[in-house]
């Protein structure tokens, strides 16, 4: 905790309920920084990864406008464990040097950090007084995908199995959000949690 407000870290895995979450805290009055919105800048035109990205996936991944396009870059990374882990070498460095002056100017109390892969980035990590970690089960992860995203299942299995097991960031959790229920019932567990924060803020 840096002077009297607290930094959190959430992360979860694809369709656990990351973005209700930040949206939920958004109204209690927290600050949220979206990794993945700034992945998006850093992938802009200009961008500190644009150049790389690019570079390595051939023009092939540009719309007519110049843009990344992003679902062609994602039909060939999410087929392609080494593909993916080219684009996150580029992507995740540039993210990661930007969000510690976001934390630094903010003058938020509480400071939500959002990121799928806060746990792989210790720059991140040591900005974070305690780490929260949503979760939802394989079957409430593939229906939201299909229902939500328009994705077949073949596809949500791929997203799914790209990313590092749930139990994993389970076990470097300081609190544990379970959210394969109603909203309401989500929303009081962030109730219950926002209370602790107050009360480690002082």
Not at 5 to 15: E, F, H, P, Q, S
Not at 82 to 108: D, K, M
């Amino acid at each position: 905790m840096a002077q009297g407000r607290w930094v959190v870290g959430l992360t979860g895995n694809i369709a656990t309920g990351k973005s209700t979450v930040l949206a939920y805290l958004a109204t209690k009055g927290a600050q949220i920084i979206d990794a993945d919105g700034l992945t998006h800048q850093t992938m802009t035109p200009g961008g500190l990864a644009y150049g790389a990205i690019v570079e390595t996936f051939g023009p092939g991944i540009l719309a007519a406008d110049g843009t990344i396009n992003r679902p062609a870059l994602g039909q060939i990374v999410f087929c392609d464990p080494a593909a993916l882990r080219q684009l996150e070498q580029i992507v995740h460095p540039a993210v990661f040097t930007r969000a510690p002056g976001v934390v630094t100017a903010s003058t938020a109390p509480v400071i939500v950090i959002e990121a799928i892969k806060l746990l792989e980035a210790e720059n991140l990590i040591r900005l974070c007084d305690t780490v929260w970690v949503v979760t939802a089960r394989p079957e409430t992860q593939l229906r939201r995908l299909r229902e939500t995203r328009g994705m077949d299942e073949a596809e949500a299995r791929r997203r799914m199995a790209a990313q590092s097991p749930q139990a994993e960031k389970i076990k470097r959790a300081d609190r544990v959000i379970e959210n394969d229920s109603t909203p309401e019932e989500l929303y009081a567990q962030l109730d219950r949690l926002w209370v602790e924060l107050k009360i480690a803020r002082g």
